[in-house]
């Protein structure tokens, strides 16, 4: 790419392709090698203008050049439609499991998925075989339409997770799951889960003739390993002994109101001595005899 | 039809294209006009249409028919065209035993309706029945309009969910198309709305959006319409959609278009 990628503290990478026209054909293998690098969830975002199919086709070319199996889930458009373009070597390691012929049974003639798209889902998750496998999703829109969007997420989930040992949090490389999502479809809510669910974004916009895609990479964060204690290595002693422990412990706040404080403020013991009020008057003070609130009821 | 339309979708009745779902939308205008001119077009393109009607009566578009040169009477009596009159078969639903299904009996439902009646309705419509039908060209399905399924109670997700099983047969299997009209409120809190028109755009071969102006009313120029052609399946990536906007002025039978800024009455 020509402009190098900015970092962004959290470990984000933004990377826009270049737009020269001579190295076109080296950049868009960059660019889906690239998608393809971290293994684990891909969203394609696409829009009326800019469809996204095309690059979801792209990717799984790539992935089936790689020896990988693929498998697609296709919703939106017909299996001959979907092969459209592919040669036989690539078609022969897809996949296709049709859910859109007759996804909600409507024909009864038994043809359709057993189970529904929930169903072939998860069936999805058990392990399909050993090797890498890419997953494509076509399109995670049309699932989020027909299933609640928590299903939706935990199968994702478990998708990008499959094989990996249980408690290990980050997902396997050799998994590649690719969500094609359509951007004006879903509120604020999905999007944003989504999103946080996957290690790659891409979404695509565009001028007037020239597509672009935007890339948006989520590394994950790395845990430390240790606790760092605060009170070494300063030049003043913080620690407490044990004695100074107790002390601090059985101090009682002055500001804290337990029971025995209200007992001591309400009934004034025998041996504790009354406040006085020791006042000298100079010239200019009028000092009235009388008591100005003689009249209070108190 | 309009011949001006024709030449701007560069299409003729003599090569229809097969296999395609083509989006009216209309927003701040009326978009009618776009589905007389689907309506005539297909008819005189000797297709076999399916007209789910829900807005206007059978005489309404059989006088606009008339004007642009065909007759929905002789077309329905010869078998070419099958019209659902939404405004009359409704009533038939409320008064008819319950037993009998109806391809609007969701009206009868009390929850989320299921259209699935009317897409039996329009898959036996379409379906060649034996050899005679083969005298047609390919099926061609007409809904005017979708909004008023919203309307009734229907969600966008069910609509949608039609006009996929209509596409699977239709489009896929039958190697026909269909034009739909949808409306844009144009109301940022109208999400069903909004979720079927993008919904159905994602879908669409051909979009076909009718503005109104945004200066508001003219005598000499009706509104604008932006053409977008898309392939929602592209084979290779090389094709780059193609989008144009025209105005228009609706006369009495036709239908003018100009570039922006350039009408008659203007220059």
Redo the contacts between chains.
Sequence with gaps: MNSPPLSLGAGQQVMTPSKGVGERKIRRLEMLESVLALGGLVLLRDS????G???L??LIKKSALRGEQVHVLGC???E???R??FDSSINSQLVYHDL?????N?SKTGEALPGGPLGVLRAMCSRTGPGPVTIALDSL?WLL??LPCTTVCQTLHALSHQDSRPGDSSPVEHVHVLGLL?G??H?PGPMGTLSALARTEVTLSGTR?Q?SAHILYRRPQQRPTHEVDPTTHLTFNLHLSKKEKEAKDSLTLPFQFSSEKQQALLCRGLGQATSHIFYEPDAYDDLDQEDPDDDLDI | MFPELNNLLNTSPDSVEQGTLTLLCDAGTDGSFLVHHFLSFYLKANCKVCFVALVQSFSHYNVVGQKLGVSLTSARERGQLVFLEGLKSSVDVVLRAEAEPHPLGFLREAGAGNLQPLYEFVREALEPVDCREAAWRSPVLLVDDLSVLLGLGVGAVAVLDFIHYCRATVCCSLQGSIVALVHDSGDAEDEESDVLLNGLSHQSHLILRAEGLATGFCRDVHGQLRILWRRPSPPTAARRDRSLTFQYKIQDKSVSFFARGMSPAVL
């Design positions: 009326v203008e800019w469809e199919r095309s690059l086709k792209a939106e458009v017909s001959e439609e979907f459209e373009g859109f012929r007759d996804p909600l409507w829109s339409l027909h359509h004006e479809l509120g003739s597509a």
